[in-house]
């Protein structure tokens, strides 16, 4: 079996610049301390790290995250080992969610490889909007929404002042106020340091903090690998949000990225909805992920929306009972 160590996979990964966050070996690491054991498979130049969540009974099911790494081609030998995996860990199914988007990739009537059915449910967000952050900062700016670039401007004039940020606990703090205020779900305290601690020290993470007046009111983490940027976790308080510090807080974010070398800046989830239907209904609807359509659209980046999911079945009857008991319980990936 071609499984290889953190340090192996690490060296592969090297082989393939372009590798999502979520394929990292660090990124394997946070979720083995979070209910998930990782298995890191190696075929010729094609590679995936897979995430196995136990079941009950002595049962799993298998995830991919934005992956496979490596060309399309070998992606099918590659399947072959993870199949193996997955039987030895009495894996119900796998779902694989490609690090592709759906205009590219694979071609038309090719989408879905062999041995796989279109999945059921979506792990990662599945559309999401991408800021390309080439050229000059004014460059950047003259891409955004003339209102976006007008909030970063009235946060900087009233006195927003934004700055890194080491203290978790306060972080944590504003993520359980936004998460009751708007709610959705939110990671524990201990998730997010484990998180911090596997890559602040590389320079792949940072937590930026707005004040104002002193007083804290809004904040975000931000991942960068290679030449990609992602915000994946971001807050703010009820308070001073007629002063826009969340926008100047994007602002410096991106900023950030950029001096990590990165050349996209990925916003990371808004709704499900195809450009048109996003554009004629922002402006009525507040619920679920269309209010934060509304501010990252503002931003000036491009709407896109991945392939997959795909999912391989081991088990039918148990994963009709699997599909039962996933409505019940939020699995978190």
Same mark, same amino acid.
């Given at each position: 079996?071609?499984?290889?160590?953190?340090?192996?996979? @690490? #060296?592969?990964?090297?082989?393939h610049p372009s590798v999502h966050l979520l394929q990292t070996s660090a990124w394997?690491?946070?979720?083995?301390?979070?209910?998930?054991?990782?298995?890191?498979?190696?075929?010729?130049?094609?590679?995936?790290?897979?995430?196995?969540?136990?079941?009950?009974?002595?049962?799993?099911?298998?995830?991919?995250?934005?992956?496979?790494?490596?060309?399309?081609?070998?992606?099918?030998?590659?399947?072959?080992?993870?199949?193996?995996?997955?039987?030895?860990? @009495?894996?119900?199914?796998?779902?694989? &969610?490609?690090?592709?988007?759906?205009? !590219?990739?694979?071609?038309?009537?090719?989408?879905?490889?062999?041995?796989?059915?279109?999945?059921?449910?979506?792990?990662?967000?599945?559309?999401?909007?991408?800021?390309?952050?080439?050229?000059?900062?004014?460059?950047?700016?003259?891409?955004? $929404? #003339?209102?976006?670039?007008? @909030? =970063?401007?009235?946060?900087? $004039?009233? !006195?927003?002042?934004?700055?890194?940020?080491?203290?978790?606990?306060?972080?944590?703090?504003?993520?359980?106020?936004?998460?009751?205020?708007?709610?959705?779900? =939110?990671?524990?305290?201990?998730?997010?340091?484990?998180?911090?601690?596997?890559?602040?020290?590389?320079? #792949?993470?940072? =937590?930026?903090?707005?004040?104002?007046?002193?007083?804290?009111?809004?904040?975000? *983490?931000?991942?960068?690998?290679?030449?990609?940027?992602?915000?994946?976790?971001?807050?703010?308080?009820?308070?001073?949000?007629?002063?826009?510090?969340?926008?100047?807080?994007?602002?410096?974010? *991106?900023?950030?990225?950029?001096?990590?070398?990165?050349? &996209?800046?990925?916003?990371?989830?808004?709704?499900?909805?195809? &450009?048109?239907?996003?554009?004629?209904?922002?402006?009525?609807?507040?619920?679920?992920?269309?209010?934060?359509?509304?501010? $990252?659209?503002?931003?000036?980046?491009?709407?896109?929306?991945?392939?997959?999911?795909?999912?391989?079945?081991?088990?039918?009857?148990?994963?009709?009972?699997?599909?039962?008991?996933? $409505?019940?319980? @939020?699995?978190?990936?």
């Amino acid at each position: 079996m071609p499984e290889v160590s953190p340090a192996g996979w @690490n #060296q592969f990964v090297t082989r393939h610049p372009s590798v999502h966050l979520l394929q990292t070996s660090a990124w394997g690491e946070l979720k083995s301390g979070f209910g998930w054991q990782v298995v890191r498979v190696v075929r010729g130049d094609c590679g995936a790290q897979v995430l196995v969540r136990k079941l009950q009974l002595g049962l799993s099911m298998a995830y991919i995250p934005k992956g496979p790494l490596g060309q399309q081609s070998c992606w099918g030998s590659l399947f072959q080992e993870v199949d193996q995996v997955c039987r030895r860990h @009495n894996s119900i199914l796998m779902i694989v &969610e490609p690090d592709l988007w759906k205009a !590219g990739g694979f071609a038309a009537g090719d989408s879905i490889p062999s041995g796989f059915d279109p999945g059921l449910q979506n792990i990662q967000p599945p559309r999401t909007i991408v800021v390309t952050l080439a050229g000059s900062e004014t460059d950047i700016l003259a891409r955004m $929404k #003339q209102k976006t670039r007008y @909030n =970063i401007r009235l946060a900087q $004039k009233h !006195g927003v002042k934004v700055s890194q940020s080491t203290d978790i606990a306060d972080f944590h703090r504003l993520m359980l106020e936004t998460g009751e205020r708007n709610e959705f779900g =939110i990671h524990s305290l201990e998730y997010y340091r484990r998180a911090f601690a596997l890559f602040a020290p590389e320079n #792949q993470c940072l =937590i930026l903090t707005a004040e104002y007046a002193g007083e804290p009111v809004a904040t975000l *983490m931000v991942f960068a690998f290679a030449e990609r940027a992602w915000y994946f976790y971001g807050a703010s308080s009820d308070l001073h949000r007629e002063h826009m510090p969340t926008y100047l807080l994007q602002w410096e974010a *991106m900023r950030w990225a950029r001096q990590q070398g990165c050349l &996209e800046y990925d916003l990371w989830g808004v709704p499900d909805a195809d &450009e048109a239907i996003l554009e004629s209904n922002f402006m009525q609807r507040s619920d679920g992920l269309w209010g934060v359509y509304r501010f $990252k659209r503002g931003f000036g980046g491009e709407l896109r929306r991945s392939l997959g999911p795909w999912q391989r079945v081991y088990n039918q009857p148990l994963y009709l009972l699997y599909r039962w008991w996933v $409505k019940r319980r @939020n699995v978190d990936a």
